[in-house]
């Protein structure tokens, strides 16, 4: 079946450090990957995908490689920001699901400055 | 682009009360629309699917009775909370994926619905 496994927090992190986030994966087919972003109150946002193999996503600094060989899509950052707070969700979904994505339980960041 | 809205944004009603709650596609076509019920701190529970013009698919454990889902159009989806009570109070999400759009769902910003 599908599911996903994220890195649990709560994660503190001092303005400008370095963020991993973990998620790895178990899938039929072959799904794409994405990472959401939820600010407080609010809906979610995506913020990166990869469809196939070997993609990397990247937006705001963010960066996630789909590695199959481990399964896994881990979210980078090379230098944080305040305004890096919220919550992360790693997804998984494909079309050959009907769509259903399959979540991670969310992995909260709070970045002090 | 792929821009979803909720409407409205927080509701407070009186237990007992029905609560619609309204999810748009404002710049494309939904082919499917999903509804998602999301505690404090946790993460997102799929409650149904649905497809325009056809009944919703419900998720084990969800009343289908209780959450009305219609979807009339590619671009408007509706739950209803039928009777509700404190126990339904909780953040709603709606999101929508597009044809040839790799799965991707576009996320509407929530709803807050709290039951007196």
């Known amino acids: 079946g599908n599911s996903v496994t994220q890195m649990e927090g709560p994660v503190t992190l001092s303005e400008e450090a370095f963020l991993t986030i973990n998620c790895t994966y178990t899938?039929?087919?072959?799904?794409?990957l994405f990472w959401y972003v939820q600010y407080p109150g609010e809906g979610l946002q995506l913020l990166l995908k990869?469809?196939?193999?070997?993609d990397k996503g990247s937006n705001k600094g963010f960066e996630a490689t789909y590695r199959k060989e481990t399964t896994s899509f881990h979210l980078e950052k090379g230098s944080v920001q305040v305004s890096d707070s919220a919550v992360y969700f790693c997804a998984l979904g494909s079309e050959n699901t009907g769509n259903q994505f399959y979540f991670g339980t969310g992995t909260s960041l709070t970045v002090i400055p | 682009g792929a821009v979803v809205s909720q409407h409205p944004s927080w509701v407070i009603c009186k237990s007992g009360t029905s609560v619609k709650i309204e999810c748009r596609s404002l710049d494309f076509q939904a082919t499917t629309m999903f509804w998602y019920r999301q505690f404090p701190k946790q993460s997102l529970m799929l409650m149904a699917t649905?497809?325009?013009?056809?009944?919703?698919?419900?998720e084990q454990g969800v009343e289908k009775d209780k959450f009305l889902i219609n979807h009339a159009s590619l671009t408007l989806s509706t739950l209803t909370v039928t009777s509700a009570h404190p126990e339904d109070s909780s953040f709603y999400i709606c999101s929508a994926t597009l044809a040839g759009g790799s799965g991707t769902q576009y996320f509407g910003p929530g709803t807050r619905l709290t039951v007196l």
């Open positions: 649905s497809n325009e013009g056809s009944k919703a698919t419900y």
């Open positions: 899938a039929t087919g072959y799904p794409s």
């Open positions: 990869a469809t196939k193999a070997d």
